[in-house]
């Protein structure tokens, strides 16, 4: 008998290993990434869970096995999505840390930043949030003035960030300050801040949907030791800038707002209904979820090659942008077209005659009216698209 090819010997290892240490009480349970639903009051189970698939680098499967990852390709990946979601299972570490802050400290930071950032981020046991925006700096982030004073082996902060995601419930903040008053670029440096440190003040931000995920922070006096400024002193708006590109990837990449395990049209069909050929009824409707459901595919395969040339050039590109603005019009389209197709039933905010699921959808509708917006507007995407995928420079 033939031995199995090194990719299918991997499913069946992955299969066998999630069938024997994950409980079948967790499926249909929240995953709680912890990003913008709230703090992790994990139960028991999910916590054993948790650790379990810590402890196998899936927190960060690609990640380094040195650095709390799994090494694990891109095939591997895909396949281990797949039987995760065959048995109904998931893995319950994420957010920004491992989305955008590990990639980027492991291209700009010291070993020893590597080691001990890293692994507590991979196995989900610490969060991070994003220290970027400011009152007077979204689209201009560059014009940020929160202000680290060097007094020598250490920097106090004084200033403001705002639109921080998971900001009150987060452990540590990567961010960029200002060190340098005279310049404005080459003024900036990029911190990594514990959140209890002394004059650490969290204000949660309430958003139309209902939820807080966000808030602004406040930091007044605060110390943050040399070891933890990542690369050269007034080098952080490049380092900024690479963090951004993987945000813009990771934005990108959740194309479709949500759901994206099941089609639009197994969605859409208890409010739409069937024909007797088991389509959806609606002939118009049924066109525009045949059309989304295509774009979305072709998008998906168009990730999968841009996340392999990233891998083999050692990071996203610019067309993290390309792919940012579309996964955000697809985000969009996807919850409008459920809420069309929910009629009545998609106006719910609350009380009876509405299902759980109901009034996620009209928060989660609500929420994407914000993903052309965070990690970068479309029009900020469009000017880096022009200018460094299609060579479109100023003239003088």
């Not at 990640?63 to 281990?80: F, I, K, M, N």
């Not at 961010?175 to 404005?184: C, M, Q």
Request: net charge negative; with cysteine.
């Amino acid at each position: 008998m033939a031995e199995a090819e090194p990719i299918e010997q991997f499913r069946e290892e992955t299969r066998a290993w999630i069938a024997e240490n994950f409980d079948d009480a967790l499926k249909g349970r929240h995953n709680p990434l912890g990003m913008v639903d709230g703090p992790t009051d994990m139960s028991p189970d999910m916590v054993e869970w948790r650790a379990k698939t810590g402890a196998e680098g899936w927190g960060a499967p690609t990640w380094p096995v040195e650095y709390g990852g799994a090494g694990l390709s891109g095939a591997e990946v895909r396949v281990l999505n797949e039987e995760l979601s065959k048995a109904g299972a998931y893995v319950p570490i994420g957010g920004l840390a491992i989305m955008m802050f590990g990639p980027t400290l492991m291209e700009y930071g010291s070993e020893e930043q590597k080691q001990k950032w890293l692994p507590p981020i991979a196995r989900g046991e610490i969060r991070g949030c994003q220290g970027y925006s400011e009152p007077n700096a979204g689209s201009d982030l560059a014009n940020l003035q929160s202000f680290a004073e060097d007094k020598g082996d250490h920097y106090v902060i004084n200033g403001q960030k705002t639109w921080q995601s998971g900001g009150q419930w987060a452990d540590f903040c990567f961010g960029i300050f200002r060190t340098d008053k005279s310049h404005k670029h080459e003024g900036i440096t990029f911190l990594i801040v514990d959140m209890e440190t002394p004059g650490v003040e969290r204000r949660p931000i309430k958003m139309i949907s209902g939820l807080s995920p966000f808030c602004e922070t406040f930091f007044t006096d605060v110390k943050v030791p040399k070891e933890n400024r990542v690369g050269e002193e007034g080098k952080g708006w490049t380092i900024g800038k690479r963090l951004l590109q993987y945000e813009r990837a990771g934005i990108g990449g959740g194309g479709g707002g949500g759901g994206l395990s099941r089609s639009l049209a197994e969605l859409t069909a208890p409010y739409i209904g069937k024909d007797d050929k088991g389509e959806l009824a609606d002939k118009e409707f049924r066109l525009k979820v045949i059309k989304h459901e295509m774009r979305i595919r072709n998008f998906m395969g168009t990730m999968v090659r841009a996340q392999q040339e990233a891998k083999e050039q050692g990071g996203p590109s610019a067309t993290s942008s390309v792919l940012k603005n579309v996964g955000a019009k697809l985000a969009q389209e996807r919850t409008d077209l459920l809420i069309e197709a929910m009629g009545m039933q998609g106006l719910g905010w609350e009380g009876e005659g509405f299902t759980d699921d109901e009034l996620k959808n009209t928060r989660r509708w609500l929420w994407n009216r914000a993903v052309t917006i965070y990690g970068g507007s479309t029009e900020i995407q469009n000017n880096i698209v022009a200018k460094r995928v299609l060579g479109m420079l100023d003239h003088q």
